[in-house]
């Protein structure tokens, strides 16, 4: 090789684009065929222009990375610097062959996509939604819309730290894969740290879940049991007038005195045990859909006339006689 040809040294600045293309079309060309590979095969362009001079060396290098490819995007960042680590070591004349590299992408990219789910998905999104929700002012339960003040802070909330998180995540794994090599994923993997990383992620996970399922989940069952003088019992929307009787709500007067909060517990439990039988999601959205649409129709009386009434006649409205809203106050 002449003294043209010779591969040059990769910079940070090098690595830094690279990550940068990844970031922005790691999904860009999403296929059956190949996944990410053409991403992975785009990302690795800054480098290979870099270490290889000739036409055959750059399209053997691009070729090399359009094998099948397929992880979670940020944490699997990692596996880029390694590989961009291997390929300037072979650029320099290490035994390193296609067969290497190949085995290093295949080999961590399953791992890592389940590390980078359970830490993206399963823990840091959860976490920001929820506390984005809170923030827009939510209020579990509410009938009355003019009670829901709302605020646009909890919408740039999510949107600005979800994105400085998972960037900062992504920018740190693509650096160390480089600066430390495919030793530091294979040290790291073996050490089981990432074992227990992924373990307290996914505790962290379910006790997140388990608050969004309190404080966002809400179930009204609105049928009511009218108990008269003589202890005649009556199921409708109100008890019969002039009898002297009491109302009982089903969920209010009943259930939540066994368990407050058992009916949104009770749904999340089955939702996560239809899903765990093979029911698909989207076919349970469906049902839940088609269940709620049923719910709300006034079966037992007329409809509310005001979108603001705190009334109902259906299964899953609080019962009450709907009446006009008060006239807002100058």
């Known amino acids: 090789m002449t003294a043209?040809?010779?591969?040059?040294k990769i910079t940070k600045a090098d690595?830094?684009?690279?990550?940068?293309?990844?970031?922005?079309?790691s999904h860009a060309n999403y296929n059956y065929e190949r996944l990410q590979a053409t991403a992975f095969a785009h990302a690795m362009?800054?480098?290979?222009?870099?270490?290889?001079?000739?036409?055959?060396?750059?399209?053997?290098?691009?070729?090399?990375?359009?094998?099948?490819?397929?992880?979670?995007?940020?944490?699997?960042?990692?596996?880029h610097g390694a590989v961009i680590a291997m390929e300037e070591q072979r650029a320099n004349g290490a035994d390193i062959d296609?067969?290497?590299?190949?085995?290093?992408?295949?080999g961590l990219m399953g791992p890592l996509a389940g590390i980078g789910d359970t830490?993206?998905?399963?823990?840091?999104?959860?976490?920001?939604?929820?506390?984005?929700?809170?923030?827009?002012?939510y209020k579990t339960g509410a009938t009355d819309l003019t009670t829901l003040t709302g605020s646009p802070l909890g919408a740039l909330f999510y949107i600005v730290f979800e994105t400085v998180?998972?960037?900062?995540?992504?920018?740190?794994?693509?650096?160390?894969?480089?600066?430390?090599?495919?030793?530091?994923?294979?040290?790291?993997?073996?050490?089981?740290?990432?074992?227990?990383?992924i373990s307290?992620?996914?505790?962290?996970?379910?006790?997140?879940?388990?608050?969004?399922?309190?404080?966002?989940?809400?179930?009204?069952?609105?049928?009511?049991?009218?108990?008269?003088?003589g202890g005649e019992l009556s199921f409708g929307p109100f008890p019969a007038e002039g009898t002297g009787g009491t109302q009982l709500n089903i969920q209010t007067d009943i259930l939540d005195k066994i368990l407050p909060g058992l009916l949104p517990l009770g749904l999340v439990l089955l939702t996560w045990?239809?899903?765990?039988?093979?029911?698909?999601?989207?076919?349970?959205?469906?049902?839940?859909?088609?269940?709620?649409?049923?719910?709300?129709?006034?079966?037992?009386?007329?409809?509310?006339?005001?979108?603001?009434?705190?009334?109902?006649s259906a299964i899953f409205q609080p019962y009450g006689k709907c009446a006009a809203p008060v006239a807002p106050t100058e």
């Not at 043209?4 to 040059?8: A, I, R, V, Y």
């Not at 830490?119 to 002012?137: D, K, M």
């Open 4 to 8: 043209d040809l010779k591969p040059e």
């Open 15 to 25: 690595v830094r684009w690279s990550w940068v293309l990844w970031t922005f079309f």
């Open 45 to 79: 362009t800054p480098i290979i222009r870099k270490l290889y001079k000739t036409p055959e060396d750059i399209a053997a290098a691009l070729k090399r990375h359009l094998v099948f490819f397929n992880t979670e995007p940020n944490v699997g960042g990692v596996i």
């Open 98 to 106: 296609d067969d290497a590299i190949n085995s290093v992408k295949s």
């Open 119 to 137: 830490i993206s998905q399963g823990t840091i999104t959860p976490i920001l939604l929820a506390i984005g929700i809170g923030l827009a002012g």
């Open 165 to 197: 998180i998972i960037l900062a995540i992504a920018y740190f794994t693509y650096m160390q894969g480089w600066i430390r090599g495919r030793e530091f994923v294979t040290d790291t993997l073996r050490s089981g740290r990432l074992d227990r990383l």
């Open 200 to 229: 307290g992620a996914s505790v962290l996970g379910n006790v997140v879940l388990g608050a969004l399922a309190a404080s966002f989940v809400a179930v009204n069952l609105a049928p009511t049991i009218g108990v008269g003088v």
């Open 273 to 312: 045990w239809l899903l765990k039988r093979g029911l698909n999601p989207i076919r349970l959205l469906v049902i839940y859909l088609v269940i709620a649409l049923v719910g709300a129709f006034p079966f037992f009386g007329p409809q509310p006339n005001f979108v603001t009434d705190s009334c109902g």
